[in-house]
């Protein structure tokens, strides 16, 4: 940033506190803090200033979820063979099924909700019944042939599918994104002998 017409940009601290576990951005103000096996959402002012008492909401974890938070205070957790809505209360709100993953017993990406918390999008795997069609084939493990991942949008309040679309990626690990306005979701797979695609 050295060169003529590079702006500075000036750091604004917001405040600072130790905590285990990472911590995210969510928006509307709030931070999901990750721990091993649980997430939770905090107000992000009283967060760093240091006077966070109990979390807006939480949710206990297994090391094979994905967790993504809900504008609600819900939370949508993508599994090794489902996709879940789980209620601020704790409750599930539905359950969507999927073939297993590929390679691991875990999610290979998170959910992403849309900005208005209508639309949820979640990478899939497909099994391929045919071994001579499919993308992968696991010799030591029969019928688990795959086929491209697919990419699912989903109803937020039911879980619904209302579009699906095949994405050429045997994906081992996914990162989602909406644009702002929601009217597009971005997303980058990693393929082990591929690298990224997006």
């Known amino acids: 940033m050295d ?3 590079d702006e500075r940009i000036g750091v604004v601290p917001l405040g600072t506190v130790r905590v285990r576990g990472t911590v995210e951005a969510v928006g509307a103000g709030r931070l999901l803090v990750r721990t ?6 905090h107000d992000r002012e009283e967060f760093l200033a240091g006077t966070a008492g109990r ?3 939480a949710l206990r974890t297994s090391d094979e979820d994905r967790v993504t938070v809900t504008p609600d205070g819900g939370f949508v957790v993508a599994g090794a063979d489902s996709v879940r809505a789980v209620g601020s209360d704790g409750g599930t709100r ?3 099924p ?5 390679g691991a017993s875990r999610a290979h ?15 899939v795997p497909v099994l391929e019944p045919d071994k001579a069609k499919a993308a992968l084939v696991y010799d030591g493990e029969p019928g688990r042939n795959y086929t491209w991942d697919e990419l699912l949008l989903l109803d937020a309040a039911s879980g619904e ?18 644009s702002p306005d929601g009217a597009a979701v971005v997303v980058s797979c ?4 591929q690298s990224w695609s997006t």
Do not use: F, K, N, Y
Not at 98 to 102: I, R, V
Not at 169 to 174: F, I, Q, Y
């Open 3 to 5: 060169t003529t017409g």
């Open 36 to 41: 091993e096996g649980l997430v939770e959402v």
């Open 55 to 57: 979390a807006v909401a």
């Open 94 to 96: 539905w359950v969507l």
């Open 98 to 102: 999927h073939d297993p993953w590929h």
């Open 109 to 123: 990406s998170a959910p992403a909700v849309g900005p208005d918390g209508r639309l949820v999008s979640v990478v």
């Open 161 to 178: 599918v209302v579009g699906r679309q095949q994405i050429r990626s045997l994906a081992s690990a996914a990162v989602q994104s909406w």
């Open 190 to 193: 990693w393929t082990a002998w």
